[in-house]
Nanobody, 124 residues
Framework: QVQLVESGGGSVQAGGSLRLSCAAS????????MGWFRQAPGKEREGVAV???????KYADIVKGRFTISKDSAKRTLYLQMNGLEPSDTAMYYC??????????????????WGRGTQVTVSS
């Protein structure tokens, strides 16, 4: 059974940084593409960044240049380094896994397993 557990969220001031982690278990980590998504109150869940099975990355335009997705297959852990945080980045952040080798879009529907999320709050 796939299990994804996020950590690293918190409250920061605008301009600050956070690094989110997602510990994975229950499947062959290196065989899946992984992604970070977020959902703010009253809004739909949106894709933030994806790292495909072989390491290619994709980012939402609104986070390009500020966020970096990475993974450590030996540790079975996914990361999201977030710099230059803005109040608009405030949301619950989720990691997710997809059996697809390539992910055509940052679409939640392409991901089959989800963590419970970690809250990120950015104050101005």
């Amino acid at each position: 059974q796939v299990q994804l557990v996020e950590s690293g969220g918190g409250s920061v001031q605008a301009g600050g940084s956070l690094r989110l982690s997602c510990a994975a278990s229950g499947y062959i980590f290196s065989s899946y593409s992984m992604g970070w998504f977020r959902q703010a109150p009253g809004k739909e869940r949106e894709g933030v960044a994806v790292i495909e099975r072989l390491g290619s990355t994709k980012y939402a335009d609104i986070v390009k240049g500020r966020f970096t997705i990475s993974k450590d297959s030996a540790k079975r852990t996914l990361y999201l380094q977030m710099n230059g945080l803005e109040p608009s980045d405030t949301a619950m952040y989720y990691c997710a896994s997809s059996p697809l080798m390539t992910v055509a879009a940052l679409a939640p529907s392409l991901f089959t397993s989800w963590g419970r999320g970690t809250q990120v709050t950015v104050s101005s």
